[in-house]
Nanobody
Framework: VQLQASGGGLVQAGGSLRLSCSFG???????MGWFRQAPNKEREFVAS????????SYGDSVKGRFTISRDNAKNMIYLQMNSLEPEDTAVYYC?????????????????WGQGTQVTVSS
């Protein structure tokens, strides 16, 4: 299973970016998630979405600013990031869950994409 994340880039604080991630055909039956890792920091949960998209969850630091969504017909998930802050600078990874529902633990995810860099300047 290959996960391909894209959409990262350089943006000023207060700006927006939309990340995309393509997943394989089998991913439509699994939860999907976004994680991020900044230099010298541990990987951090960002958001997850259940297999049909009806259930979502977010890390405390992004609640109210980021929105996760998915389109199973296109085998895609998205992360709309608004009101970006310099603290959001990190490599963002998409991940495919082991089951239809998944939360914030890395162990709940089986496959990981290669990551896309997001840099927010102050």
């Amino acid at each position: 299973v290959q996960l391909q994340a894209s959409g990262g880039g350089l943006v000023q604080a207060g700006g927006s970016l939309r990340l995309s991630c393509s997943f394989g055909r089998t991913g439509s039956n699994n939860a999907m998630g976004w994680f991020r890792q900044a230099p010298n920091k541990e990987r951090e949960f960002v958001a997850s979405i259940a297999w049909r998209g009806g259930t979502t969850s977010y890390g405390d630091s992004v609640k109210g600013r980021f929105t996760i969504s998915r389109d199973n017909a296109k085998n895609m998930i998205y992360l709309q990031m608004n009101s970006l802050e310099p603290e959001d600078t990190a490599v963002y990874y998409c991940a495919q869950g082991l089951r239809p529902f998944a939360g914030s633990k890395s162990s709940e995810y089986r496959y990981w994409g290669q990551g896309t860099q997001v840099t927010v300047s102050s």
